[in-house]
């Protein structure tokens, strides 16, 4: 451990994070938490309410209250770092005229995460009224960082690990009240992409051990969670190596390839997959980012054979040109990507599919880029994240390509995806009309009082409350039912449809099946009761 003046900067892993004699407690602390980025962060920010409520800490909605304010950071784009630094003007304001007050214990304020790990001697240098700074394997120091702060220093722990997978801490819901969960199964990654900085902010790829992910699932599943989503830079890459075999096959398809060497031994995500959706057959199960470079087709065959996995995947293109794709370092063809949408079809009928796409990457053309958008019309996305490519220090672009696609060119670019997505989803939306859907109710609109759920494609649905019927009798729609819902109207976002009554995974696949989910188009719910 090094101290530098007021600061004191981690150097070394501590062997437990202990509270010093000399610092004052901290329980009882109220906690305020700022969340921006992926849902990796929110299960993150799970993470450290677990470890902080173990301390003593409490939790608080209103920032009035709030005696720690920890801000999980986002580093992945130029905007998400961008509303960060606006958050950390209005919180240095706040922490001012707290100072000022009479009777009022002075705040601290933490900021976690990827951003915390990328800037971190900016965040030091440039917000002096930031107390703690911690990355992405440092939250089980945050009760001894925070105590240090107590004498005024600064504290910071910023050391990535080779093995930190928070395995044995039971994340803490923020929002108790939800049907959703998120679970991470593994954390970093070993991909290397020229565009992202995730290799460095969040360290190598590790997995936690299947049965500390299957405990959790069992743990959500008995709280009454009716969903979950698998976490992962790359799910598909995931190996439980404290298991000594594995049945699946390890090879990697024609036409993609990897910069790292494959990891030998042990179980993969076919495997995990396998026994999580066998926790509770009425849990919908959801998985996210499932790297198109190594899709075994395991992972489909235990998809297709599960009701409550979803038939949707996450299968980020970034680019429809295989040149920019070179430059990218994906590990794929644009022709090798859509023979693997062409398998997935095969194996899922009626899959829905969601991908990320970036435009403007270094040395794009517009005719590269006129290969992205027909990849986008040849694919057919339910959902997708677009982006205008932002320059991120420490990745392999910024050390050797230049950013040389003008702003407005990105803009414009930007605008031509939107609206051809847009275009796509509304037509397919509309083809939805008259089809009914297995729906699980999220929860409430606010304006206008009626239900928000999603179908299996992961598309909001609006429905209107009623009493339908349900195992011999009729009670009120609630968050956590499944309900067929026969979809009414459509836009490029959201369906709005008719509640037809209460049901199960396994009874409306039993009705219906998979490949031939929509194929009572139009038929009234009394034939459908019938």
């Known amino acids: 451990m090094e101290s530098t003046g007021a600061s004191e900067v981690i150097t070394h892993r501590p062997y437990i994070p202990y509270l010093p004699d000399i610092i004052q407690d901290t329980s009882k602390r109220k906690v305020y938490f700022d969340v921006y980025g992926c849902q990796m962060n929110l299960n993150d920010t799970e993470i450290v309410w677990s470890i902080l409520k173990k301390e003593g800490f409490e939790k608080t909605e209103v920032e009035e209250e709030a005696d720690v304010f920890l801000v999980m950071t986002c580093a992945i784009r130029e905007g998400a770092e961008t509303k960060i630094w606006h958050r950390l003007d209005h919180l240095r ?19 976690l995460g990827c951003m915390a790990e990328r800037l971190k001697e900016k965040l030091i240098e440039k917000e002096k009224a930031v107390d703690v700074v911690a990355g992405p394997d440092s939250y089980r120091d945050l009760p001894r960082l925070l105590a240090v702060t107590e004498s005024g220093q600064t504290a910071v722990n910023v050391l990535l690990s080779l ?3 928070y395995a044995d801490v039971v994340p803490v819901r923020l929002n108790k009240g939800s049907v959703s969960a998120f679970i991470s199964i593994m954390r970093g990654c ?27 699932v069992k743990h959500l599943s008995e709280s009454g969670v009716k969903e979950v989503t698998l976490l992962g830079q790359n799910v598909n890459s995931y190996r439980d190596v404290t298991q000594t075999t594995g049945k699946f096959d390890t090879s990697m398809a024609k036409g993609f390839k990897t910069v790292y060497k494959n990891k030998k031994g042990g179980l993969r995500f076919a495997d995990l997959l396998d026994k999580v959706s066998a926790v509770d057959p009425e849990m919908r199960i959801r998985f996210t ?9 395991e992972v489909l065959q235990v998809i297709s054979s599960r009701p409550n996995i979803c038939k949707s995947l996450h299968l980020p293109a970034q680019s429809g040109s ?8 994906r590990g794929y063809t644009r022709e090798a990507y859509l023979e693997l949408v062409e398998r997935v079809r095969e194996v899922l009928p009626n899959v829905g599919l969601s991908t990320d796409m970036i435009c403007g990457f270094c040395g794009e053309t517009e005719d590269q880029f006129l290969e992205t958008l027909s990849l986008m019309d040849i694919v057919d996305y339910n959902v997708a994240f677009l982006f205008p490519y932002s320059m991120r220090e420490k990745t392999t672009a910024y050390r050797r390509y230049k950013d040389d696609v003008p702003e407005h060119v990105k803009r414009d670019r930007h605008r031509r995806m939107v609206e051809l997505y847009r275009r796509k989803c509304q037509r397919m939306n509309e083809a939805e009309i008259g089809n009914i859907h297995l729906v699980l109710v999220e929860g409430t609109l606010p304006k206008t009082g009626q239900l928000l759920g999603r179908n299996e494609l992961y598309i909001k649905v609006v429905l209107d409350r009623a009493v339908l019927p349900a195992g011999g009798g009729e009670r009120q729609i609630a968050p956590g039912d499944y309900v067929a819902v026969r979809i009414l109207s459509a836009r490029s976002s959201v369906l709005t449809g008719e509640p037809l009554y209460h049901t199960t995974i396994g009874e409306f696949y039993r009705d219906y099946g998979w490949a031939d989910r ?13």
Do not use: Q, W
């Open 93 to 111: 304001g706040f922490k001012r005229r707290r100072s000022l007050a009479k009777n009022m214990k002075p705040i601290k304020i933490g900021i």
């Open 163 to 165: 093995d930190e997978t």
């Open 190 to 216: 070993d991909n290397m992409c020229t565009y992202c900085i995730v290799p460095f902010t969040r360290g190598r790829e590790r997995s936690r051990p299947i049965s500390s992910i299957v405990d959790e």
């Open 289 to 297: 980012a499932a790297h198109p470079k190594d899709f075994p087709d």
């Open 322 to 329: 295989s040149e920019v794709l070179e430059r990218m370092r």
């Open 518 to 530: 929509f194929a009572r188009k139009g038929s009234s719910s009394s034939s459908t009761l019938g």
